[in-house]
């Protein structure tokens, strides 16, 4: 399907992420810069220190999301009237599965695909060094960063941090996603998010390079409070 692309729009217009993650009630907010102790429970690693591991590969998270979702939406309209929302998910995910392979190499040994044949497939990536490492593998997201797709067998186990082969316990693991409006068709933002079975800890947003100013944060913290 990867052939049937059509060339992304020069045009196109990246839009103003500030305007689309203005804190909802009850939703906190917090630098790129913050350490985020409050996120921090039974042990786990901070969301700053997480982040991290991970910063380098920060614009590269926001370009492979963006650019497959403007690859899909450059399918021929007759196509794209045929696909429901799990088909267009699916087409979008593959796009991003593979520019990320790509991009990816440039930063082997650091960055790694495990070997997804033990997983059923899913494509999980290491990051970082041993003891300070994370997984991640990419998703769509809904606005507070859970997973809006059917989910593998090996994707729940995934996300409730089962021993799954080839997966070092040690290291966070983490989804990588787009979140999209209703309709589907207009980008909002590309999120890093840190579930936990039916949970998610904590859950941020990427400021896009082409947005950022000199010496603002890489992403803000976007997590809902929720009361219980």
């Not at 985020?36 to 590969?57: K, Q, S, Y």
């Not at 991640?136 to 960063?145: L, M, T, Y």
């Not at 729940?156 to 290291?171: K, M, S």
């Not at 896009?208 to 976007?222: D, H, M, N, S, T």
Request: aromatic content about 10%.
């Amino acid at each position: 399907m990867l052939d049937s692309c059509c060339a992304l729009g020069a045009g196109n217009k990246i839009r103003n992420i500030f305007l689309d993650f203005r804190p909802p009630f009850g939703t906190m907010q917090l630098p790129g810069s913050a350490l985020g102790g409050a996120t921090m429970m039974n042990g786990e690693r901070p969301v700053g220190e997480v982040m991290g591991f991970i910063d380098f590969l920060l614009h590269d998270f926001d370009t492979i999301c963006r650019q497959a979702h403007e690859t899909y939406r450059g399918y021929a309209p007759d196509v794209l009237v045929q696909h429901d929302s799990r088909t267009a998910a699916n087409c979008i995910y593959s796009h991003m599965a593979s520019e990320a392979e790509s991009r990816f190499a440039a930063h082997y040994p650091k960055v790694q695909l495990l070997d997804p044949r033990p997983l059923g497939g899913l494509k999980v990536w290491r990051v970082g060094d041993i003891g300070a490492d994370a997984l991640i593998r990419f998703k769509k997201h809904d606005q507070d960063g859970f997973a809006r797709n059917y989910q593998t067998k090996q994707a729940r186990q995934y996300d409730r941090g089962d021993v799954l082969p080839g997966l070092p316990q040690e290291a966070t693991r983490l989804s990588v996603g787009y979140y999209l409006d209703p309709t589907g068709t207009e980008f909002i933002r590309t999120q890093v998010a840190r579930p936990r079975g039916k949970r998610i800890d904590w859950c941020v947003a990427i400021v896009p390079q082409a947005e950022r100013q000199a010496g603002e944060k890489l992403w803000f913290e976007i997590t809902r409070q929720r009361n219980f």
